[in-house]
């Protein structure tokens, strides 16, 4: 059996995370409807920026100008320790943020374990957005690394429709990794199931899915 689609794939999977945030817009409106009483949200270079309306308190708000300044330097140019620096003391969302950017960075330089030790301390965040995209990039570096294991305990608890599909296009890849075509073919007809007919991601998994036929 020839499945050359998934072997070309995975190195992208972590990267093509963020086009799929965008392309499955509709999912994550689902999320944003269940959660709108308590937060908003703005895109920021392709990432999404979750603020909570108490940011518009005069204080906090000037307070997340400042983060915002400093994420826009770090995504800019990495090596700005200063901004660096400034970030990693504010807990909040563009601090976590740069934190996706240094990770994305350091698996495009193949430095996976780096890219890793960014990405765990984000699948623990209260910003549900965060700790999900999170979760579904570290998975994504483990599966590169082999750690098909430690991929599968991080997507092993989620409740949130939103983010169903990505879940379990990447178990698809993870199952198929361990050889476990049964349970690569159910995840991937369960990706298929919650994304809308004109996904970009439809016709790859449709293909990985055929190839296990």
């Known amino acids: 059996m020839q499945y ?11 990267i093509e995370v963020g086009k799929t945030e965008d392309e499955q817009a509709e999912q994550i409106k689902k999320w944003l409807r269940e959660n709108l009483p308590y937060i908003i949200i703005g895109i920021s270079l392709g990432l999404g920026g979750i603020w909570g309306f108490g940011y ?3 204080e906090q708000y000037e307070k997340a100008l400042q983060a ?7 995504v800019a140019n990495p090596n700005d320790t200063k901004a660096l620096e400034s970030l990693e003391q504010n807990a909040g969302t ?17 430095d996976y374990p ?7 301390p984000l699948t623990k965040s209260k910003n549900q957005f965060l700790m999900h995209n999170a979760k579904i990039r570290a ?21 949130n429709l939103a983010f169903g599909a990505m879940y379990d296009h990447i178990k698809g890849d ?16 369960a990706a298929l199931e919650q994304l809308p007919t004109d996904s970009q991601l439809v016709n790859l ?3 990985k899915l055929n190839d296990l036929n």
Not at 4 to 14: A, G, S, V
């Open 4 to 14: 050359t689609i998934l072997e070309d794939e995975k190195m992208k999977n972590f």
């Open 56 to 58: 518009y308190e005069t």
């Open 68 to 74: 915002r300044g400093n994420y826009l330097s770090v």
């Open 94 to 110: 563009y601090a976590q943020q740069a934190e996706l950017v240094l990770a994305k960075q350091a698996v495009e330089k193949g």
């Open 114 to 120: 780096s890219a890793i030790a960014h990405l765990l």
């Open 139 to 159: 998975a994504s570096v483990y599966l590169e690394m082999q750690k098909l294991d430690e991929a599968l305990a991080l997507l092993d608890d989620n409740t």
């Open 174 to 189: 993870i199952y198929f990794a361990k050889q476990d075509i049964t349970n690569a073919r159910k995840y991937y007809k």
């Open 205 to 207: 998994i449709q293909i």
